[in-house]
């Protein structure tokens, strides 16, 4: 057997070894892990820059849309999902909205957990019947919420290098080390295994049959022979007599750069005169920021991916002329929540007009939050901080100015207004009265307060009931049979309900 065939041999054996171990045990494993995640998710896209888009599909009723994230667009996923799409969906999908945001995984699961109510279909699925303004609404105020608290996290620089001479180490020298293995599996007892089995010794034995003479073929021998002309020895190079250390002398990479520091290139047009430089873009004397860009961007992205290159080139140059001269908005005075009202109230001056009228847009939000009082909602508790922020949810949209003044009214109305005392409720009770004012909790802490005093005085009229001689099957029957008496008419009723079906157990 020559030298070829024992290579080809040797392959085919780590092939088969290879094959055997993950047929057995490996594959079973790694599909009951897949399963087991449900296929992935957006732990994937976390810290990762992307887009939160919705998607429509013309099968689906009014209403009912799928959302998620992607690290491209949403145009380009609703494409891909056309092209892979299943027996199970009835139509095609088409991208209507779309959201750019610098952490697109952690912005997808912020919108679940927001639009949690609305969620449809099986487990895992992305489908949710909800309001196409309130889905919008929502992705464009937990994406600049997003983008006001993202960090931006530093690489570590690689560990020195450690110099090596040529001279030591040969790859004629180095031996050889064969590739490990993974350990064997149960294949015995796989078929696949053994019909790969049967073709490899077929292939063993037909490589060492001997060739019959006719196949062989042997030139015949040429009529003359063309020596060909010595080649010019090369002249040596001069070698300068530098004295080299032994061993070469490490300087750490530089750190790579955030996004706030990086500053815009200085495009000159090459075709200009010699010594007439022209800028590609007259506005280079300041740079812009991260919103500007982005604003640039979406208004510019029918030019880019439909007109071409000479169109988008054009939008983006007049653009850029249109702020020329002016100063970018600085949004580094303000808190999480101004910052995300701001970017709400922005929207479509960013996204459907530029930079220009966002700018704008963005000055005259902070000429009207100067002007406006910041109230103190430290006084609040948890609660009521989450009722005052649903029952404003509409104002900060319209900016910061209009939030504020939403939430002194919502303030001024809790003056004068009593607490709920819930300690006389444990916490199923206390939970029960907690849902029982939802209602009342998205229209403000004022609201929410008087409902709970309500439900106290009810539950107040009601004797407590003692659970702690059930059985944990009996427990769980009747907490389920009060389920809805629990959820949606109070502490009152929950007790009620527990008391009934105790009786029947005595």
């Known amino acids: 057997m020559n030298e070829s065939a024992v290579e080809r041999c040797s392959t085919f054996a780590l092939m088969a070894r290879m094959y055997a171990s993950q047929s057995g045990g490996e594959v079973g494993r790694w599909r009951k892990s897949k399963a087991s995640r449900g296929g992935g998710g957006y732990d994937q896209n976390h810290g990762v820059a992307g887009v939160v888009y919705i998607l429509q599909n013309e099968g689906f009723k009014e209403g009912f849309y799928k959302l998620g994230c992607s690290r491209h667009s949403g145009h380009a996923r609703a494409a891909n999902l056309n092209v892979n799409a299943s027996t199970g969906v009835p139509g095609s999908f088409k991208c209507i909205f779309e959201q750019r945001t610098r952490d697109c995984g952690r912005a997808e699961q912020l919108v679940f957990q927001r639009l949690h109510a609305h969620r449809k279909g099986k487990w895992g699925q992305e489908f949710f019947e909800v309001d196409l303004d309130v889905a919008r609404r929502t992705i464009i105020t937990v994406c600049a919420e997003v983008d006001a608290t993202h960090v931006v996290v530093q690489p570590p620089p690689p560990p020195p290098a450690r110099f090596i001479s040529p001279s030591v180490v040969s790859v004629s020298q180095a031996p050889y080390v064969p590739p490990a293995t993974p350990p064997r599996g149960k294949s015995s007892s796989n ?7 049967v073709v490899f010794v077929a292939f063993v034995v037909w ?9 062989s073929y042997t030139p015949p021998p040429a009529a003359y022979t063309v020596s060909p002309a010595p080649a010019p020895a090369p002249s040596p190079r001069p070698v300068a007599a530098v004295a080299r250390s032994p061993q070469a002398e490490y300087k750490a990479p530089p750190k790579p750069a955030t996004v706030e520091q990086v500053t815009p290139l200085a495009l000159t047009d090459q075709n200009a005169p010699p010594g007439q430089a022209r800028h590609l873009f007259p506005d280079q004397a300041r740079a812009l920021n991260r919103e500007e860009l982005a604003s640039i961007e979406s208004v510019c992205w029918d030019a880019k991916h439909r007109q071409g290159p000479g169109a988008y080139r054009d939008c983006t140059q007049k653009h850029r002329d249109s702020i020329a001269g002016t ?3 600085n949004l ?56 005052l922020s649903s029952a404003c949810w509409s104002a900060k949209q319209q900016g910061p100015a209009t939030y504020y ?17 819930l300690s006389g409720l444990n916490a199923a009770e206390r939970q029960s009265a907690n849902s029982a004012c ?25 004797a407590p009931v003692d659970l702690s001689g059930l059985t944990a099957g009996e427990r769980q029957s009747i907490e389920s049979v009060c389920w809805s008496d629990k959820n949606t008419k109070g502490p009152a009723a929950y007790r009620r309900c527990l008391s009934r079906h105790l009786a029947t157990l005595r």
């Open 191 to 197: 078929a696949g295994t053994w019909i790969f089995g």
């Open 207 to 215: 490589v060492n049959q001997p060739k019959s003479k006719s196949s």
């Open 327 to 329: 100063e970018a908005p």
């Open 332 to 387: 580094s005075g303000l808190n999480q929540v101004e910052q995300a009202s701001i970017q709400s109230a922005c929207w479509d001056s960013k996204n459907r007009v530029g930079p220009k009228s966002y700018g704008d847009c963005v000055r005259r939000n902070l000429q009207e939050l100067s002007a406006a009082e910041r109230p103190d909602t430290q006084s609040l508790s948890a609660a009521e901080q989450a009722s």
């Open 405 to 421: 003044k939403c939430v002194r009214v919502q303030m001024n109305a809790m003056e004068g207004q009593g607490r709920a005392d």
């Open 438 to 462: 939802w209602d009342q909790k998205q229209r403000g802490p004022a609201s929410f307060q008087k409902c709970l005093i309500a439900k106290v005085n009810d539950a107040e009229a009601v």
